[in-house]
Each structure stands twice: as C-alpha cells, then as structure tokens.
C-alpha cells in the first residue's frame, strides 16, 4: 500500500486477556518501528527492527510485551495478560533504511483494556 | 525524566500571524531534530527537520532554527493558516551515536483563530 497500515484501528478487551497488533509498513522500509502514546503524552519509543531482527527492544515496558516480524515486512506487537494501564494508542511506523530520522507513521491501533 | 521538553501545551494564534512553537533538549548526544504534525485520529506526519550542523532550515511558510548552545529549538509558521490547527511534536535523535529511534517531547496543540 500508500502508506503504514494498522489493524485493528480500535480493540476493547478486558483485563488479563492477550492482544495482538499488526504493522504493514511501506513496500521496500526495511526499518520498522513499534511506538506507544498515552493520553496527553507524546509517543514513546517501544522496539525497533531492521529487517526481521529487533535492533534495539529497550522500549517494551516489561516481558508482557513481544513482537515480531518474521519476513521482514508485517511485525505484530503482542500484549499478554492486559492491564488497564497498557490502554493507549500503539503506533507504527516505518523507515528507507532506519538511522535518518524520518519516520513514516500510521494511524494507530487504539487500545482500550477494561 | 523527559530528554524532549515542549513546555507549552497549547498555543493560540489569529490567522495571518506567525505561530511560534518552542522545544528544549537535555541529551547533548541529540544531532538531528524533527517536528511532527498531528491531527485526530491520524499518525503523525513528518514536517521539517534540522540537523545538528546547521542552525536555520526554511521549507515555504515552516522554518526550524536551533540553537545548540542553549539545547533549544523552535518552529516558526509564517503566515499561520486555519489548517495548521494541529498538535504539534518535537523530536530528537542521537544519529552519530548509532541509536535509531526519536525521543518525541509530549506535543504542543496549536489554534488557528480566524
């Protein structure tokens, strides 16, 4: 596609359950980018791969959170045993190469744990 | 401990004047800064970015000036337009120093006035 695609664009779960959240970045980025933004926040880094291994996973909060991205190209983030502070939007983002600076965003996947 | 400080949380401006938006800095390892435009329910967008080496960097009404001395930097839109209505990030990288990434501050939402 155009641009970064996320899905879903909004999940509601309850408290304890396991999500997931995929990225489908530009056709070619070889640089990708999982990001978290809490209300009235601005985002905040998670995990970085170049290519189909995490660069830099400095990010994730604790061992609840995981992604991957097998081939290179689609990454999924996936929560495990939710909690309600993990509601936020979880943003993607995509890059040529990675270490420019110029991230290319989608429009989020907005989760709400109940 | 915020890296990234936007210190304003909104900003009004009537149109026609200039909109000015200002973002401090605590990691001397920054060397490449960019401003990200927001809207609801969107990702953010790339707008201008500046690196270290320079202190002014101009793209049609968006102009970024940094000053390094005082770890500030700020983004001037000159004549402000009722489509500039939009949060605002300002975001810093360490490229020199290998992290990938940007360190976004939490984001100034900006007013357009007719």
């Known amino acids: 596609g155009a641009g970064v695609s996320q899905t879903p664009s909004n999940k509601v779960t309850e408290k304890g359950k396991y999500v997931e959240l995929r990225c489908d970045p530009i056709?070619?980025?070889?640089?990708l980018y999982w990001y978290r933004q809490s209300l009235g926040q601005g985002p905040e880094f998670l995990i970085y791969f170049q290519g189909t291994g995490a660069a830099d996973d400095s990010g994730l909060p604790n061992d609840r959170f995981f992604a991957v991205r097998p081939e290179g190209s689609v990454s999924t983030l996936k929560i495990q045993r939710t909690e309600r502070g993990d509601s936020a939007v979880y943003l993607c983002?995509?890059?040529?190469?990675?270490?420019?600076?110029?991230?290319?965003f989608g429009e989020g996947s907005r989760l709400t744990v109940l | 401990d915020q890296q990234v400080k936007q210190n304003s949380p909104s900003l009004s401006v009537q149109e026609g004047r200039i909109s000015i938006l200002n973002c401090d800095y605590t990691n001397s390892m920054f060397d490449y800064f960019l401003w990200y435009k927001k809207y609801p329910a969107e990702g953010p967008t790339f707008l201008i970015s500046i690196s270290s080496i320079k202190d002014k960097n101009e793209d049609g009404r968006f102009t970024v000036f940094l000053n390094k001395s005082a770890k500030h930097l700020s983004l001037h839109i000159v004549p402000s337009q009722p489509g500039d209505s939009a949060v605002y990030f300002c975001?810093?990288?360490?490229?020199?120093?290998?992290?990938?990434?940007?360190?976004f501050g939490k984001g100034t939402h900006l007013i357009i006035q007719p």
């Open positions: 983002a995509s890059s040529l190469l990675g270490g420019s600076g110029e991230l290319f």
């Open positions: 056709s070619g980025h070889t640089a």
């Open positions: 975001a810093a990288s360490a490229l020199r120093g290998g992290a990938d990434g940007l360190t």
